[in-house]
DNA sequence: ATAATTATTGAAATCGATTTCAAAGAATAA
DNA sequence: TTATTCTTTGAAATCGATTTCAATAATTAT
């Protein structure tokens, strides 16, 4: 009972020509009279073809396909992202296959295989917090598919690279936070072998040096996203006799937990304690107080990143110089969160 | 500069057999001797073999892909489904195509075109705001491609539907504001045309009319999905000489538009004002008075709906009793903003 | 030893498009 | 009229896998 699907080959017979003919009058191939495209095509849709990507791709080489890696679909930064690279995607007429390796390095590498079987003609990625190695990325380049790096890059391995200003942008929070006379400044970070949070810390590093503050040592958190060791590290960081009078966090959900425990001990937010994230969550303007924060620009991320395959690399276009990494500048956002009333 | 993609013949030849042999061998035919197997897949590896699912996919006329068409990919809600079908979809090898359709019609029938272009298997979808025809879902089972409808679903088309039960516990939640006194429940809806508000709303209904509450017929407003939409209803009901004491929201975006009316006019919530929304976002129960609504159990819904794929279209096992609709539990969770210091 | 059966192996067709190469037809120039 | 150019058209090869069908080799039964 299954119909056959309709192929190019049941067109030309009732069209009374050649497959190759009706291919290229499909494709708007200029050899083909304008007449016989619009018969054609108008006699395609009646007979209600589709062409079949499979076929195409397969003899093309191509297939209009981009993959995208991302550690969690459902991370509010992730999924902005990846609507910024839907968007500009669908307007380039590619397809998105998607696929998340829950921050484990091994199911990152089988998401790659999964890709370059699909035969996708570049890979955008953000790297899983276990990743350490490039060997699995460095295989995609072996297959001759293009490669794109964004957010959290492997240091292993050069080519393009989209990312935000997470240096100076840190620099930038931790002089606001010094402006308001915040001096004891702790730092609750990521795992530093992934760029994003290196570079976090060493704006914050920056800023403190330049401001000549003393910090203990035990101020500086690294690796520190998972919600029970913020809990163990501010709890007792608190807890000191001289405890830090404001948190730079590497995201807001770190702040979210330090704002609820500053409250279970009876610390004022901001007055005795300047709490500042990073991420712009959603909820982070809601709560209250509310939570100053970086924002990323994510949906701008997910257009620049597919806009850079489109311009940069697939038409290498005269109007856009060729270059490999690009920057995005992110936006400092001051709520109450870090806004003591002295002002 | 370009090396040529190894292909099974390159391995074929290496390895001084036919390519079918080799095909069997790496595809676990029984036909084949367990020595070769070996022998062929550690060729394979060694040589970077790397099968080309395009070509598998043109003969075999399966792809081993699903698509899938939100509105955005970026709702949570969404971006929680979607994660929950992929971690089913990369389980059983099946890769996925993701489309948003922005809420468009228009835009959600290209998207239908591409997934059909590309030859996928089946078809999850949640349909767009402005979607009120079936042409396109119908266009997707002529090509004999499965179609799954999961939460905002079409009226016209039959077929598999995965939902949440939006019915009885839009029911429970108004019985639960009677309960806590409230008696002038308002409802903030959506479009009635898709079946997620209207059977929203009718659970509503049936609550008022068991408890014989009368309420205004102006006390009911549809289609507010937006946020100007509801700032201007809730201004206009709450400014009544006899407002309503509570809101009953499809959504915790209204319930949010409406906490900060209600804070702006001095109304108190919950003592004043009750409400309850849809959805659970995760601001919901951060921000201060914590909202009370209903969780949809999305990521459930997304390792569900592949399942149905899965376990019932496309290995139609014994254990699995072959159904239509499948109906998902939601969770009423009661917050702040429901409940009235009386208890 | 021969027939019957089973286990291995491979040649070639196939999926549905694109594209090369060449032929045929039409139009123009000599 | 013939030679030349340009346009229109199609046969067949191609992409890389899978699969059918048949042939060969190895084993077992008679």
Sequence with gaps: ?????????????????????????????????????????????ELNYK????????????????????????????????SGIEEVCSQNNHTLIICQSHDSYKQECLAVETLIHNNVDCVFISVAAETQSATHL???????????????????????????????ASFEVVEKLIEQGYKRIAFIGGPVHLNVFRDRKEGYLRAIKKH?????????IDNALSNQTVVEAATELLSLEEPPDAFFNVS??????ILKIAKSMGIEVPQQLGIF????????????????SVDQKSKLMGNKTANFYFNHILNKREEFPSLSKEIIKTEIIVRESSKRNNS
Tied chains: 1, 2.
């Design 138 to 168: 460095e295989e995609i380049k072996k297959h001759d598919i293009e490669l794109i790096q964004f957010d959290r890059c492997v240091d292993q391995l050069d080519g393009y690279k989209v990312l935000n200003d997470n240096e100076s």
């Design 252 to 257: 807001d959900h770190q702040s979210l937990t």
């Design 212 to 220: 000549g503050l003393s910090i203990p040592y035990n101020f500086i």
């Design 51 to 82: 062409p079949n990507a499979n076929a195409a791709n397969l003899r093309q080489g191509s297939s209009r396909t981009i993959g995208v890696v991302v550690p969690q679909i459902n991370y509010s930064f992730f999924s902005d992202v990846i």
């Design 277 to 292: 994230g990073f991420a712009n969550e959603i909820f982070s303007g809601m709560i209250s107080p509310s939570l100053s």
């Design 1 to 45: 009972m299954t119909k056959k699907r309709v192929t190019i080959y049941h067109l030309a017979e009732e069209l009374g020509m050649s497959v190759s003919y009706v291919s290229r009058a499909l494709n708007n191939h200029p050899l083909v009279n304008q007449k016989i495209k619009d018969r054609v095509k108008k006699r395609a849709t």
